[in-house]
């Protein structure tokens, strides 16, 4: 059984960062992948980003490219969402997902039903 919370949305001006943080408790040891997915008003979740058990793979959605960075520390259990050059469009909750990848440390995953763990959700909202 893992425990995935988000920390760290809220509200902030376009142009400004904000950093997500997901900390997992729980069974996940070292093969445990994760990612970030966002779901704005009357839309559909999509993927945001995703890094692999060893963090040394990572993916980042093409809308989000040059300004969010995922990271993790296994260390502490968490994996990180750093947003920055914000837009009123990124506004949403934003949900951390995790699974355990057994087989591969370089695997990273895209789609929704890929993970098995998600979070509670944290808000993020962008002024214009």
């Known amino acids: 059984q893992v425990t995935l919370v988000e920390s760290g949305g809220g509200l902030v001006q376009a142009g400004g960062s904000l950093r997500l943080t997901c900390a997992a408790s729980?069974?996940?040891?070292?093969?445990?992948?994760m990612g970030w997915f966002r779901q704005a008003p009357g839309k559909e979740r999509e993927f945001v980003a995703a890094i692999s058990r060893s963090g040394g793979s990572t993916y980042i959605v093409d809308s989000v490219k040059g300004r969010f960075t995922i990271s993790r520390d296994n260390a502490k259990n968490a994996a990180y969402l750093q947003m920055n050059s914000l837009k009123p469009e990124d506004t949403a909750v934003y949900y951390c997902?995790?699974?355990?990848?057994?087989?591969?440390?370089?695997?990273?995953?895209?789609?929704?039903?890929?993970?098995?763990?998600w979070g509670q959700g944290t808000q993020v909202t962008v002024s214009s």
């Open positions: 997902a995790g699974r355990f990848s057994p087989l591969s440390i370089s695997s990273y995953y895209t789609r929704i039903n890929d993970y098995t763990d």
């Open positions: 729980g069974r996940t040891g070292t093969g445990y992948a």
